[in-house]
């Protein structure tokens, strides 16, 4: 499938419209303080409403995922008729840099699900830059897993193909290729397989790919849907600092809320699509270093349209981000936050795209147009407008600070900022029920000091950690200065092995 040139103006836009959302409400603020105030009241009253909207949300995911992973999917399989199974698992491993006990654990989890072994296929996907490595931990990992799973194959994607981008999506797409010869020889129908993307530190929960099989063999038009889990950063969520829990919390969360709007719901990290499908898709693009969210638009413009990803309340497993030291983890999480925030350069591939779709209706085009503009904007704007920009009037008009509107305006917006913080509580509530507890060693200290410190520290992390790599990547993309792809550290020598509760 072809990839876009670049779109200049489209490169622009993004970044442009969320400088001047922060720059012109400072600027107007000494000549119509007024005006920014009254915006900035209908603003907040409108974030109000999205942050009650947002705890219901997430209580209603909670039950969902509660309900799901007690489920007993292989029951639930017996009761289909025999000709939509038996369902084939292959699982694509992308590994770059990483040593065995990560890669060890995380096919470990594909071992110990709860379907049989010989209906799991494996393709470990290793790159040639990391040659030495990765055929060492190839070979003790074949060794030691081979005869556990239906097939095990390893590929090694060649560095520095023409025309390629150094990321996941290419090295995927090259191990699926070169796989694909000896799975059409199986003959087994492309439409039985299903395809789950892995990075090296994703581990399934037990019960992930019974309920991927029993889902797409209930789900109208499979080959037109992907199959998206719950990403749970929790692998070592007790041994990474604070503020790194609280993203990887917060991470976890907007995703199970999305969940609940399927409507609204992307392609993100691990997702499980139909072989046929990516055949028809020519597998993933080797064209982006965000292939996940990219992987959503390819299927869609593949099949017209007629595309929607599905929802899949049992969790994978992701290890949060951890370094050597404190100094190292803030660094690699922000550019970690900041790669995930390069996805803005899926609008120069997407609008005109869309917008040239006759099969798409006007509506269509509006509410996808739309979405993908705000998303990005609101990632760039909301947590700056809501902590910083919000105050400028009366920060930087004295006049209007002295008037009687400006006097209560304050009073009403701290208010309103305090109310809208409130699902904090529930938020962190979900997050003590879903975890088993923490080690033993200073166990009711380190809980005390989450609840304390999480809502201190949430406006300053969503700003450093969200508003401020988002904004990064979109004036690098407004200048022209696109990213490369490179591998988060994750230490693997600090992995507490703490899982969700079941």
């Known amino acids: 499938m072809s990839e876009p040139e670049h779109n200049r103006f489209l490169e622009i836009m993004p970044g442009a419209l969320s400088w001047a959302t922060l720059i012109l409400p400072v600027l107007l603020s000494f000549v119509l303080p007024k005006l920014v105030a009254m915006l900035i009241l209908i603003y907040i009253t409108y974030w109000f409403f999205k942050m009650v909207l ?137 439409e039985q397989i299903m395809v789950t993307t892995l990075d090296a530190d994703h581990r399934v929960h037990p019960k992930y790919l019974p309920a991927l099989a029993y889902s797409v063999a209930t789900a109208p038009d499979p080959l037109r849907k992907t199959f998206q889990p719950i990403p749970m950063y929790f692998n070592n969520i007790w041994d990474v600092p604070v503020f790194t829990r609280m993203l990887a919390f917060g991470s976890s969360f907007w995703q199970m809320m999305e969940s609940v709007r399927s409507y609204r719901l992307r392609n993100f990290a691990s997702q499980s699509q139909s072989y046929a499908a990516l055949k028809q898709t020519d597998f993933w693009s080797n064209q982006t270093i965000v292939e996940d969210g990219h992987q959503y638009w390819r299927s869609y413009f593949t099949f017209k349209g007629h595309y929607a990803v599905v929802p899949i309340f049992v969790p994978i497993y992701y290890d949060a981000v951890l370094a050597e030291n404190l100094k190292a983890t803030f660094i690699e999480q922000y550019l970690q936050r900041r790669r995930w925030a390069w996805g803005v350069s899926d609008i120069p591939y997407v609008l005109p795209r869309l917008w040239k779709m006759p099969e798409v209706s006007i509506w269509e085009k509006l509410v996808q147009t739309g979405r993908i503009l705000e998303g990005y904007h609101s990632w760039a704007t909301a947590s700056l407008v809501l902590a910083v920009i919000g105050w400028t009037p009366v920060w930087f008009n004295h006049a209007f600070s002295q008037s009687v509107f400006g006097a209560n305006f304050p009073i009403f917006y701290r208010l309103m900022l305090t109310l809208s913080s409130a699902g904090l509580v529930i938020a962190l509530s979900i997050s003590t029920l879903l975890l088993r507890p923490m080690p033993r060693q200073n166990r009711g200290r380190r809980l005390l000091l989450d609840w304390i410190l999480t809502p201190i520290l949430t406006p300053f992390a969503n700003i450093i950690f969200g508003s401020v790599p988002a904004l990064d990547a979109q004036t690098r993309l407004m200048l022209g200065r696109y990213l490369e792809f490179r591998v988060t550290v994750k230490n693997a020598a600090a992995r507490s092995g703490v899982k969700v509760k079941v």
């Open 54 to 190: 947002f705890a219901v949300i997430l209580v209603t995911s909670y039950r969902r995922y509660r309900a799901e992973v007690a489920t007993d999917w292989q029951a639930k399989l017996a009761t289909l008729p025999k000709e939509s199974l038996p369902l084939y698992h292959l699982a694509v491993l992308a590994t770059y840099k990483e040593e065995l006990p990560i890669l060890e654990s995380s096919i470990q989890a594909l071992v110990d699900s709860e379907y049989p072994a010989n209906q799991i296929w494996l393709i470990l996907a290793t790159e040639a830059r990391d040659h030495e490595r990765a055929v060492r931990v190839a070979a003790a990992l074949k060794k030691k897993f081979s005869h556990k799973l239906g097939h095990f194959w390893v590929t090694e994607h060649p560095a520095d193909i023409a025309g390629e981008v150094k990321g996941k999506g290419s090295n995927i797409s090259y191990a699926a290729r070169t796989v694909q010869p000896e799975i059409d020889k199986l003959g087994i129908s492309p």
